[in-house]
C-alpha cells in the first residue's frame, strides 16, 4: 500500500510504501515525525517504511517536442537517401563514360587504322617517281619539276597578301594534274592538303599622287597570289615516308587555264595551265585604303 501525504503545491513528494507483514518486525507506537514539515500532523501507524523522492522529475516529452524529433529523424534519413542516390548516379555516370570512350577510342583506331592502310598504298604503276628532292607535275606520264617562286608583301600593313613579279617558267598543256612531293622534311610531318592558289594578274592599280588626286596606273609583269583556289587530297607512299601524292578529291577533275601556286609550308612553287583564261578570279584590280590596297576581280568585257 502507498499513501502519498504530502500537498499537491509542495515541491517533493513523500511516498509511503508498506511492506509485507513478514517482511519486518513488528514495531508497536511507532510515530512518524517530521522534522522540515511541522504544519503536518505525524502519521500513526505500525510497521510503516518511508521514502523521499525529489520532485525534479522529467516530464513526459510533449506533443510539439515528439513531433519536432520524428521530423529531424526523417529529415536526416532522407538526406541520407539522396546522398546515396547521388553517389550511385555519379558512379553509374562515371562508370559508363568511361565504357563510351573506351568504345569510342578503339573505333577511331580502327577507322584510323582502316584509312591508313587505304591511304598508304603503293604508287601506281607506271607512275613515275622521282631520283632528286623537289615538287614535280605527272603531266602526260613525265615529272616536270616546279620551281619555286620568290614573293613580296604588297603592302608593309598587308602581311598576307604577296605579289609575284617574274613570269612562270612552267607551262602545263593540260589541267589534269597530280603531283608528286619528295622532300627530306615529309619524314616529319607531312600536310593533310595542299592548296592551289589562284595567281591573279594584277591588270591595274589605283593610287593617290603627290597632289592627292586619284590615279590608276597600268601593271606589267605583277601578278597577286589569291586566297582562293582548290584543296587536293594527300597520299602517303607506302614504301617511302619522303614521297607523297598529291591530287584532287574528284580524279577526273581538270585545273582551268590559268596560272597557279601550289602552296608548300607557306612556300609557292608556280605554273601556268594554258589556255583561254575565263575565270575572272585571274585578273584583279587595286585601290587604295587606310588599311593599305584591297583587291577585285576585273570588270567583265
Not at 565504357?99 to 584510323?112: I, V
Request: glycine residues 6%.
Amino acid at each position: 500500500m502507498v499513501i502519498d501525504s504530502a500537498p499537491p503545491e509542495s515541491k517533493s513528494r513523500e511516498v509511503v510504501i508498506l511492506p509485507p507483514r513478514r517482511g519486518i518486525a513488528r514495531t508497536d507506537h511507532f510515530h512518524l515525525e517530521r522534522p522540515r514539515r511541522p504544519d503536518l500532523p505525524p502519521y500513526e501507524g505500525k510497521n510503516v517504511t518511508i521514502f523521499t523522492l525529489a520532485a525534479e522529475t522529467r516530464k513526459p516529452p510533449s506533443f510539439g517536442e515528439r513531433a519536432a524529433a520524428l521530423f529531424g529523424d526523417t529529415l536526416r534519413m532522407a538526406f541520407v537517401a539522396m546522398a546515396a542516390v547521388v553517389l550511385y548516379v555519379a558512379v553509374s555516370e562515371h562508370h559508363k563514360g568511361s565504357e563510351d570512350r573506351t568504345a569510342t577510342s578503339a573505333s577511331s583506331k580502327t577507322a584510323e587504322a582502316e584509312q591508313t592502310g587505304a591511304l598508304r598504298r603503293p604508287v601506281p604503276t607506271g607512275m613515275p617517281r622521282p631520283a632528286v628532292y623537289g615538287v614535280y607535275a605527272i603531266h602526260d606520264g613525265q615529272l616536270i619539276e616546279l620551281n619555286p617562286v620568290a614573293t613580296a608583301p604588297v603592302d608593309p600593313r598587308l602581311k598576307t597578301v604577296f605579289q609575284i613579279t617574274q613570269p612562270s617558267v612552267t607551262r602545263l598543256a593540260t589541267g589534269l594534274l597530280k603531283f608528286v612531293v619528295y622532300r627530306r622534311d615529309l619524314t616529319v610531318g607531312a600536310p593533310e592538303k595542299v592548296s592551289i592558289r589562284v595567281v591573279a594578274t594584277l591588270a591595274r592599280a589605283t593610287k593617290f599622287d603627290g597632289a592627292g588626286t586619284v590615279v590608276t596606273v597600268p601593271q606589267r609583269e605583277t601578278w597577286i597570289i589569291r586566297s582562293s583556289g582548290y584543296d587536293f587530297r594527300v597520299l602517303p607512299v607506302s614504301d617511302d615516308r619522303e614521297m607523297i601524292i598529291v591530287r584532287p578529291e574528284d580524279p577526273e577533275f581538270v585545273v582551268p587555264s590559268g596560272r597557279y601556286a601550289l602552296m608548300l609550308n607557306g612556300q609557292p612553287y608556280d605554273f601556268v595551265v594554258e589556255g583561254q583564261v575565263t575565270d575572272p578570279a585571274h585578273c584583279v584590280e587595286s585601290f587604295p585604303t587606310a588599311r593599305g590596297p584591297i583587291f577585285y576581280d576585273c570588270p567583265l568585257k
